[in-house]
């Protein structure tokens, strides 16, 4: 529409988090003919942005960010004396290298890494109360595991499966005499609901 200045088709901001009206007020201390008027401009500025984002007052480096800031923001068009260095100022404003998500392949994903690790460790314990509490550990997080991703459904005898064959025979669970932890069923469809928001 006529007369109508959309932010598509103004300049892009340099930091945008700052918004439009300071980055105005540095191109317009950049165009102050002085250098001890751009100095004032430019410490008025600096004022400003504090006053924008009081919660990192506290840090030590707080103030050399908001003049690297201004630098970039100036595209370090702004002569002024600087209180600090802003050389490396571009630095912070690049974006970071992408961190390497572990992609581990397991079998059965709904059990997740952390449950296959276990089995990996019931394998080469040694029989007794130890082996057995994590043994008890293990098949009550499968179970938790099974209800949270099958839908409210956790079959026993899958689990005693699954921990049989995911551990190459070595547990064993006997379902007459192994006892589960129950389920509240309200609480974790509950649970459930919170995560998906």
């Known amino acids: 529409m006529k007369g109508l200045d959309y932010n598509t088709q103004r300049e892009e901001l340099k930091l945008p988090e700052y918004g439009r009206e300071i980055q105005k007020m540095v191109e317009h201390a950049i165009s102050l003919p002085t250098k001890q008027e751009r100095q004032r401009c430019a410490e ?3 004022d400003i942005m504090q006053r924008m984002s009081p919660q990192g ?3 030590s480096d707080h103030k050399q960010k908001l003049w ?5 923001m100036s595209g370090y068009q702004l002569d002024i004396d ?5 050389s490396q100022a571009l630095k912070i404003a690049g974006r970071p290298e992408p961190m390497p998500y572990p992609m581990q392949r397991i079998p059965v994903r709904h059990y997740g890494h ?11 314990m040694p029989a007794g109360a130890e082996r057995d509490q994590l043994t008890r550990m293990t098949a009550n997080q499968m179970q938790r595991d099974l209800h949270q991703w099958s839908h409210g459904s956790a079959d026993h005898e899958k689990i005693a499966s699954d921990l049989a064959h995911f551990t190459d025979g ?3 669970l006997d379902l007459d005499k192994f006892e ?3 389920i509240n069923i309200k609480e974790a469809s509950t649970e459930k609901r919170r995560k998906k928001r």
């Open 114 to 124: 952390m449950v296959f690790e276990l089995f990996e460790k019931l394998k080469t």
């Open 57 to 59: 007052r506290d840090s």
């Open 44 to 46: 008025t500025i600096i």
């Open 180 to 182: 589960f932890e129950k």
């Open 68 to 72: 690297d800031h201004l630098a970039i």
């Open 170 to 172: 070595v547990i064993q």
């Open 82 to 86: 600087y209180p600090y260095d802003v």
